[in-house]
């Protein structure tokens, strides 16, 4: 025998079948439901926290609870794909229902802002709790130093054109890097100067004459979990970079984007070895919380503060509110906190079976990079075989990786390696895609050979 929350349950499906509830539409008061069902107010708050569970309706607080627009089924995928390329966020692990609840809070909460322009750094709110939160990264900065972005490629993009105090022009940036950042020093014509990422870091002389010898505006690095190599400084190599770049005049960007997945508690930003100016930090959240939402941070020393706002202002005028304000909500909950623990777990089991699955399968003549980090890897081929060749060869077998050429300045090219995200793989995957791909390596070394 149905319950009374079943009942109203199912009353409220026969009456959008019937069309008298349409999406978008409020649905009955608790009050009015409990009057009509006679049972209590908790009966009701069960059944609409039933169907909240299930998406098909939502709440917005003070107001009452509305129907969610029907959504088209999605395009079946082929499971015999198994994607090294899709570099996002595990859409498994991720928290769409809480932040669901956040927007519909922003949306209450912000709703005259919304209508307005807002300042151009993003909501003083939300950087003041930024400013607390970037305190679990040992990163101290007040809320005047820190602007909200569009995703953090839009801080670099504008501080890749924007005058320094330094009064240089050209950058130098790790090789390989990510495919957006090239595009922001191509198409501006800016004078950059690579300098390899290894399994052993950086050469830290050659470094100290690149900013010895070249009007270098900054250093551009991702510290942590780099795109594409997943390798990281120690906090010796940081302290020294940071040592040079003070000795030299020269500024740093550190891009922190992976930072909230790094299980090492002693593993410090190089933001924590200077934070009076001379790094600038960037941080990103699309890659641990949701893409589309294109939210970010960079924090500023003060002399740059006035002249990126202004950029910033004929950039995009400022990123917008309602996001902000859901941001500022997840934050100040907790929830991302927890989010982030059960994702770091989940990237750490995936990066132990990615190890493993490079021990066993790869062939000797090859070697691989990043498997630790759980996000991004790299497997390098012998000199003179083409990744080019190996990444269509596995896209007929249905395999996706991603031909790292384009990853590195022109001046650098290298083209015998592939990137790997086993971001968005299920764990049972790994290990057979590890599998084939070595398969296919084997079966072109013999070609070429």
């Known amino acids: 025998m149905d319950t009374k929350y079943e009942e109203i349950i199912k009353e409220i499906q026969r009456r959008i079948a019937e069309g008298r509830l349409r999406p978008g539409g409020k649905l009955p008061s608790i009050r009015a439901f409990s009057k009509e069902f006679s049972c209590s107010i908790n009966t009701v708050v069960r059944a609409y926290s039933e169907l909240e569970k299930e998406h098909k309706v939502y709440s917005v607080p003070k107001s009452g609870y509305f129907l969610l627009e029907n959504r088209p089924a999605e395009m079946t995928k082929n499971n015999d794909v198994i994607d090294f390329v899709t570099a996002g966020p595990d859409i498994h692990n991720m928290p769409y229902r809480d932040f669901q609840h956040c927007i519909n809070q922003a949306i209450e909460y912000y709703k005259e802002d919304m209508f307005q322009y807002s300042d151009p750094m993003g909501l003083p709110t939300l950087r003041t709790q930024l400013s607390k939160q970037l305190q679990n990264l ?125 299980s090492k508690k002693k593993a410090d930003p190089m933001f924590s070895f200077d934070p009076s100016g001379r790094i600038i930090y960037t941080k990103s959240f699309s890659k641990v919380l949701l893409p589309g939402l294109r939210l970010g941070l960079v924090v500023l020393p003060s002399e740059l503060v006035r002249s990126f706002t202004k950029v910033k202002f004929a950039a995009d005028v400022h990123t917008p509110v309602l996001t902000q304000g859901a941001l500022e909500i997840y934050l100040q909950s907790g929830m991302y906190n927890a989010h982030i623990e059960r994702l770091r777990k989940k990237y750490n089991e995936k990066a132990r079976t990615l190890k493993q699955a490079f021990l066993d399968y790869l062939p000797s003549e090859v070697t691989f990079s990043g498997a ?58 790994i290990r057979i895609g590890i599998k084939r791909i070595a398969e296919e390596i084997c079966l072109l070394l013999k070609v070429v050979s």
């Open 138 to 262: 040992q990163v101290f900065a007040p809320p005047d130093r820190i602007g909200v972005v569009s995703g953090s490629q839009q801080a670099l993009d504008l501080l890749v054109s924007l005058p320094f105090p330094n009064g240089k022009t050209e950058i130098c940036v790790d090789q390989p890097t990510h495919f957006s950042f090239i595009d922001s020093l191509t198409t501006r014509e800016i004078n950059a100067i690579g300098i390899e990422m290894t399994r052993d870091g950086i050469d830290l002389k050659y470094l100290e004459k690149i900013f010895r010898d070249k009007p270098i505006k900054f250093f551009y690095t991702v510290s942590r979990f780099q795109n594409p190599t997943g390798y990281s400084y120690s906090n010796k190599e940081k302290k020294k970079i940071v040592e040079l770049a003070q000795k030299y005049d020269v500024f740093i960007v550190e891009d922190d984007y992976m930072g909230d997945l790094d």
């Open 372 to 429: 630790e980090s759980g996000f991004y890897s790299t497997i390098i081929l012998p000199a003179h075989v083409k990744a080019e060749y190996l990444v269509n060869n596995l896209k007929k077998k249905n395999i996706l990786v991603q031909n790292a050429t384009e990853m590195f300045l022109p001046q650098y090219r290298k083209e015998n390696i592939i990137r790997l995200s086993i971001s968005q793989i299920e764990e049972c995957k």
